[in-house]
């Protein structure tokens, strides 16, 4: 059986960390980083959307930035024809 994040990589998924930069609620004036990972779809990010939401109706700490980062480790195959035979013994 594969494994869930297999199967979501087969359906176009792609590795999605956004580095999250908030307000400290006690030190607002204070900013902290929390780094998030998952498989998402880009260009939406309908998980990392869910997720921002979460935070913004359920931690404190107010919302300063998000930078996303992505990408699809499975790929359709790249190839190239190769002119030649290579005997090995």
């Known amino acids: 059986m594969a494994s869930r994040e297999f199967e979501l ?10 580095e999250i930069h908030y307000r400290m609620p006690d ?15 880009a260009p939406d990010f309908p ?7 979460f935070w913004r109706r359920e ?11 992505h ?3 499975i790929k359709p195959s790249e190839w190239r024809a190769v002119n030649g035979i ?4």
């Open 9 to 18: 990589q087969l359906k176009g998924y792609g590795l999605t960390t956004a």
């Open 27 to 41: 030190h607002p004036a204070l900013l902290q980083t929390y780094v998030w990972q998952e498989y998402d779809l």
């Open 47 to 53: 998980t990392l959307r869910h997720f921002l939401e």
């Open 59 to 69: 931690l404190e700490g107010a919302l300063y930035s998000v930078r996303v980062a």
């Open 71 to 73: 990408q699809r480790l």
């Open 86 to 89: 290579i005997q090995i013994h």
